[in-house]
């Protein structure tokens, strides 16, 4: 139930930036900072269980895994904070891009959290 009210969550936040796009220029190149929030993605699937084979690494290596998920949530959040303020005239705007962003990194980086260490 909780996986189909964050997919409607997140297709809500998608359909609120593609109609609220501003059409300023000036706008629009504030908008570009939100480019950044590639990083926790790279971030969360770079020390995820997707790339580094956690059965044949040891357990600080696996803490080091969980960290760096952790970790990426964390970014996200600052660099959506950050996007939202920085983008004057199209906080809407940033605000939904945040929340496009958060919901499928933070499902990632549960899944990754949970197949790292099974008995989270």
């Known amino acids: 139930m909780l996986i189909w009210a964050l997919l ?63 970790a990426a949530m964390a970014l996200l959040c600052f660099m959506a904070a950050v996007g939202i303020v920085r983008a004057r005239g199209a906080r809407r705007c940033a605000s939904a891009i945040s929340v496009a962003n958060f919901i499928p990194v933070f499902l990632l980086v549960c899944v990754s959290v949970m197949i790292i260490d099974a008995g989270s």
């Not at 504030?30 to 690494?57: C, E, K, N, Q, T």
């Open 8 to 70: 409607l969550a997140w297709i809500g936040s998608v359909v609120i930036v593609v109609r609220s796009f501003p059409k300023a220029p000036e706008v629009r190149r504030r908008l570009h900072a939100l480019l950044f929030m590639i990083i926790p993605w790279g971030l969360a699937i770079l020390s995820g269980p997707f790339v580094i084979d956690h059965h044949a690494v040891g357990t600080h290596i696996r803490e080091r895994m969980m960290i760096g998920q952790y």
